[in-house]
Nanobody
Framework: QVQLVESGGGLVQPGGSLRLSCAAS????????MGWYRQAPGKQRELVAA???????NYGDSVKGRFTISREKAKNTVYLQMNSLKPEDTAVYYC????????????WGQGTQVTVSS
């Protein structure tokens, strides 16, 4: 079993910044691909950012240029630096480890709330 534990969410004013962290633990050796999704009330879950073992990353269109995903591969930890936050970024953010060579299924974290409001 694999556990993904997120931290770093909270309330921030528009234009502010937050940094989310996700640490993976359990019966794993290495997780090659990890990412972040978010889900706002009444909306579908959407990709925010994803990163591969070699550091390649991709972003959802709405966060390009404002969010940065990074990782510490040896610690199976992924981060999401969120800058220039907007009210529309308000959502529950979920850490994701998709099914891959070292994982037999997709895993999700429990989610962390990010609220952008004045």
């Amino acid at each position: 079993q694999v556990q993904l534990v997120e931290s770093g969410g909270g309330l921030v004013q528009p234009g502010g910044s937050l940094r989310l962290s996700c640490a993976a633990s359990g019966s794993i050796f290495v997780i090659y691909n990890m990412g972040w999704y978010r889900q706002a009330p009444g909306k579908q879950r959407e990709l925010v950012a994803a990163i591969t073992a070699d550091g390649s990353s991709n972003y959802g269109d709405s966060v390009k240029g404002r969010f940065t995903i990074s990782r510490e591969k040896a610690k199976n930890t992924v981060y999401l630096q969120m800058n220039s936050l907007k009210p529309e970024d308000t959502a529950v953010y979920y850490c994701n480890a998709p099914k891959q060579a070292t994982l037999g299924r997709t895993y999700w974290g429990q989610g962390t709330q990010v609220t952008v409001s004045s």
